[in-house]
């Protein structure tokens, strides 16, 4: 193996166990990677087109959901390129959901842009175009991916909140 990929192999290792924690704002279109309460990468993401308008409710609103999630899995052969899956709905969602008698959705991921809009490369977070997920480029999901153990815990700040 070259040395050089031998060295990015490693760094993506030790990253791997650095990562404790997902942060994700809103207010700055940011998704923060934390070691403890160091900041180790920032990406700028695009959210579904009503983001604004508050936490996910049902399926088909557009909205991203806010508060304290899990990563649950991680797809290599998602049609967005790669994603990790975030633990929404949670069982006070559903419960809150089927009292009101409606689907509170669910796959919702971070994900990359997929072969269809590649193209847009870091543009893509001129327009919300997901239907609620966090979407970054096709490289810095496979940056994410490689660095993100399932079992990490991802926080989904609303609109109100800046990062400090």
């Known amino acids: 193996m070259a040395p050089q990929l031998v060295c990015i192999l490693q760094f993506r290792q030790s990253m791997n166990q650095m990562v404790t924690a997902i942060e994700v704002y809103k207010s700055t279109r940011e998704l923060r990677l934390l070691a403890g309460s160091r900041v180790v990468k920032t ?47 949670t069982p006070s969602e559903k419960r809150r959901a089927k009292s009101l008698g409606i689907n509170p959705g669910g796959d919702i991921m971070v994900h990359g842009l997929g072969a269809k809009r590649a193209w847009a490369g870091e543009n893509h977070v001129m327009v919300d175009w997901t239907q609620g997920c966090i979407a970054v480029t096709n490289e810095e999901i496979e940056e994410i991916y490689a660095m993100v153990p399932n079992g990490t815990p991802i926080t989904i700040f609303n609109i109100g909140v800046r990062p400090a």
Do not use: W
Not at 48 to 54: I, V
Not at 67 to 74: A, D, E, K, P, V
């Open 43 to 89: 990406f700028k993401v695009a959210f579904g087109p009503a983001y604004l308008q508050g936490d996910k409710r049902r399926q088909g609103d557009n909205r991203t959901p806010e508060g304290r999630y899990t990563i649950t899995g991680h797809n290599p052969g998602s049609h967005y390129h790669r994603s990790l899956r975030v633990s929404y709905p």
